[in-house]
């Protein structure tokens, strides 16, 4: 895992900004998007299975997460995703776009989502087993229509940032 911190500026989340986490599993980084936003901010997190929708949730009972009030979880397809057009700032995910089969498809609503200069930030990292090399990451958002704005870290774990342009 990496810290949280790390990930948050990578990604280039500011205060105010509303923001989606796409695959957020049991919540390793919700809660510290939630708090990097402050309260003018939003962050809905979405996954599409239900296990890991109850996992987030217990997270969020616990006493260190009882005052995040920005935060929404929801459930939901990343090829469907339940928001208006360019209603987001940002988009992000953390090991879960190699996990996508329709990559595509995901992008396209990915765009769709996101406000005319909105972001997407995908961060990966080994050991996972689906670990993409950051070259075929910044070819897929390239192939999606994205261009890349920033390429930070190292062979073992990076994030791209990509602005819809």
């Known amino acids: 895992m990496q810290p949280p911190a790390l990930l948050i500026e990578r990604s280039g989340a500011q205060k105010g900004m509303t923001i989606l986490e796409i695959g957020c599993g049991s ?98 990292f080994l050991p996972d087993p689906d670990y993409p090399w950051v070259t075929t990451t910044v070819r897929m958002g390239k192939e999606g229509g994205f261009r890349v704005d920033d390429v930070n870290g190292n062979l073992w774990n990076y994030t791209v940032r990509f602005k819809k342009g």
């Open 27 to 124: 919540g390793a980084y919700t809660p510290w998007f939630a708090r990097a936003v402050g309260e003018t901010g939003r962050v809905y997190a979405l996954d599409i299975q239900p296990g890991m929708l109850k996992q987030i949730r217990r997270k969020l009972e616990q006493p260190e997460n009882q005052d995040i009030q920005n935060l929404q979880v929801t459930a939901g397809s990343a090829y469907e995703l339940p928001f208006e057009n360019e209603s987001l700032d940002m988009v992000y995910m953390v090991t879960v776009f190699q996990e996508i089969p329709d990559k595509a498809r995901t992008l396209k609503e990915v765009r769709r989502v996101l406000k005319r200069r909105g972001v997407l930030a995908i961060s990966e």
